[in-house]
């Protein structure tokens, strides 16, 4: 069965901090996605990235950073320079396939990490 | 572009009610999923569609039904309210299990 941890169940830092959230995934299959996701206070899902198995080249999107290791089964998320808006909840997932004892439609997420950006 | 529309976004139901989530996409999506969100306990599958007529159990299907009859629209039927299906309702789309999901703003659904 595939799996997704989020440890930090809540993580609080002050502005301008950069902080890191992790996510560890199992799965049996070779090929497979990981997601992050941001969940504001308003409520809503946002897809924030997408990092397929066969590339582990870390991504940078202005202060945001993605460090995908296989080695350690690892996609941990970076903020830079954290700002209050980053305030939410942010959810880690893994997609593989539909057989591979997962979320049944492939789609496992983790239970979240609250990040708190206090000014 | 729409993308993913739920309705409604708030509910109070009764014990016992029966009442239908709705959830509608317009991005020719084939998957479409439906997860409860409850506090410390992430995002849990209820149940999920691969394509029209075909439909899934999920992690936590009981108490809920639900079909598919097109590729657009995937309602989700609670079929007797009860308090512990207070929650947080979420209806997603995904054009294939490897791409990433699009949310509807989701429902908060307050049973009594």
């Known amino acids: 069965a595939q799996k997704v941890t989020q440890a930090q169940t809540e993580i609080s830092v002050v502005e301008k901090e950069d902080v890191t959230l992790d996510c560890v995934y199992e799965t049996r299959d070779t090929t497979y996605y990981l997601f992050w996701y941001k969940q504001p206070p308003s409520g809503e899902l946002v897809f924030l990235i997408r990092r397929n198995s066969f590339d582990e080249q870390n991504e940078i999107s202005g202060r945001y950073s993605w460090n995908f290791q296989k080695s350690t089964s690892s996609f941990n998320f970076t903020i830079t320079a954290s700002q209050v808006v980053d305030s939410a909840v942010y959810f880690c997932a893994l997609s593989a396939s539909l057989y591979s004892g997962g979320g049944a439609d492939g789609l496992t997420f983790g239970k979240g990490t609250h990040l708190i950006i206090q000014p | 572009n729409a993308g993913v529309t739920q309705t409604p976004k708030f509910q109070v139901l009764k014990t016992g009610q029966s009442m239908t989530l709705q959830c509608a996409q317009d991005m020719n999506h084939e998957y479409m999923s439906w997860y409860r969100q409850d506090p410390g306990m992430g995002l849990r599958l209820i149940h999920y569609?691969?394509?029209?007529?075909?439909?899934d159990q999920g992690e936590v299907p009981n108490g809920y039904n639900v079909s598919r009859s097109t590729t657009e629209d995937f309602p989700l039927r609670l079929l007797s309210a009860a308090p512990s299906q207070t929650s947080v309702y979420f209806c997603a789309s995904r054009v294939r299990e490897t791409t990433e999901a699009f949310f509807g703003q989701g429902t908060r659904l307050t049973v009594v």
């Open positions: 569609s691969v394509g029209a007529g075909i439909t």
